[in-house]
């Protein structure tokens, strides 16, 4: 059974929420439900004609506006024309949600410095781009607003084969933490969503290429033993953007079906350990004591 939209009807109604990379995958799941909410939207990306004929599509299907810019957010100046855009289109943004990122596999020794940047700029840059731009903006203009970052759960365990990735994600995390104490007495909230494997094109393409998809199922990594969801994933990012967690500031959600614990746990092995061996184990371990 496909998961439904859990807030009520008019949980984001007149609200405006830019959303970065919201034409495809994640960001365009959350944004078709915010719009279902009664948002309006921004979203940006590198490529226009994407851009336009997502927010058609979603328009289409869910109603709302939904303004299509073309920005780079490694480019400060282009995140703040953005930003005005979006103001004078709407009058004000409420929320901005970091969503957009770039990735791929490859051993680390691989990598020019230049491959390096062009995942960090993505994906710390930015974010910080976005968040400074539409923060300096609501401060100034002693506006509400809240900040949601999407990280994953490698920002604090780390992991090889995607490091410009965790590095990035990692600091991301880091300003989620700090700006959420140093900006709440502006009224600004920060939170974060660490999203376990939900196959997207984008992330498929660049982590898992069909060639390597025989040999590696990362669904097997994950104790519910499947892949998220977009709408569980969109539904609590609608909640976060909500006024209803509004004491909700500086937290991080993970929404992985337990994956990184599994990885985590000493003895979470011992799930493969068959049901009927279990008689034996035990005498075994008692045997031990005596
Ligand atoms: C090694 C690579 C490479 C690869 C690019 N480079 N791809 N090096 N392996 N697979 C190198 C290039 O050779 C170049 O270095 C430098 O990186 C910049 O490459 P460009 O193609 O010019 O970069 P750019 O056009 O800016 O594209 C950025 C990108 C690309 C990150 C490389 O993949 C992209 O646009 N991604 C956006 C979408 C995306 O990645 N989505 C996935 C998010 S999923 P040289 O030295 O040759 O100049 C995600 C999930 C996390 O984050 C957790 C999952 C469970
Ligand atoms: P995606 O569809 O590839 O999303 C990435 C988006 O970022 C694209 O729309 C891309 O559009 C945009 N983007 C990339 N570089 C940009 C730049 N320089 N400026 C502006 N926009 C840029 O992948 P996704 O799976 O939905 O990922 C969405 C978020 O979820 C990411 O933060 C990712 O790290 C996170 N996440 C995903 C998973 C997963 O399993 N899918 C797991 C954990 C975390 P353009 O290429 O058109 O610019």
Redesign the pocket.
């Known amino acids: 059974m496909a998961t439904k939209g859990m807030l009520r009807e008019d949980a984001l109604e007149g609200k405006t929420i830019l959303i970065?990379?919201?034409?495809?995958?994640?960001?365009?799941?959350m944004g078709e439900y915010f719009l279902e909410l009664g948002a309006n939207l921004v979203i940006?990306?590198?490529?226009l004609e994407?851009?336009e004929q997502a927010a058609r599509e979603m328009e289409e299907a869910k109603g709302g506006t939904v303004l299509p810019v073309a920005?780079?957010?490694?480019e400060y100046e282009q995140v703040e024309e953005v930003q005005k855009k979006a103001v004078e289109q709407f009058g004000q943004v409420d929320a901005l949600v970091?969503?957009?990122?770039?990735?791929f596999v490859s051993p680390t020794e691989r990598l020019s410095h230049r491959a390096f940047d062009a995942v960090v700029?993505?994906?710390l840059k930015?974010t910080y781009n976005n968040t400074l731009a539409h923060g300096k903006h609501w401060i100034q203009n002693e506006q509400q607003g809240t900040v949601l970052n999407?990280?994953?759960?490698y920002a604090w365990t780390g992991s090889g084969y995607v490091v410009p990735?965790a590095c990035g994600?990692s600091g991301v995390l880091g300003m989620t933490r700090s700006l959420a104490v140093e900006w709440a007495k502006y009224g600004i909230r920060m939170n974060a969503i660490?999203?376990?494997?939900?196959?997207?094109?984008?992330?498929?393409?660049?982590l898992i290429p069909d060639n390597l998809a025989d040999q590696i199922d990362p669904k097997a990594r994950v104790p519910m033993n499947r892949y998220?969801e977009n709408q569980e994933l969109a539904n609590l990012a609608a909640y976060l953007v909500s006024d209803f967690s509004a004491y909700i500031n500086g937290e991080v959600i993970t929404i992985d079906g337990g994956e990184w614990l599994n990885g985590a746990g000493q003895f979470n092995m011992m799930q493969y350990v068959p049901a009927e061996m279990w008689d034996m184990l035990e005498q075994m371990t008692k045997g031990n004591k005596k």
């Open positions: 970065t990379g919201g034409g495809t995958g994640l960001g365009r799941a940006t990306s590198r490529k994407k851009l920005c780079d957010v490694r970091n969503n957009a990122a770039g990735n700029d993505i994906v930015g999407i990280v994953t759960t990735s994600k660490a999203p376990g494997p939900f196959p997207t094109e984008g992330a498929w393409q660049n998220g």
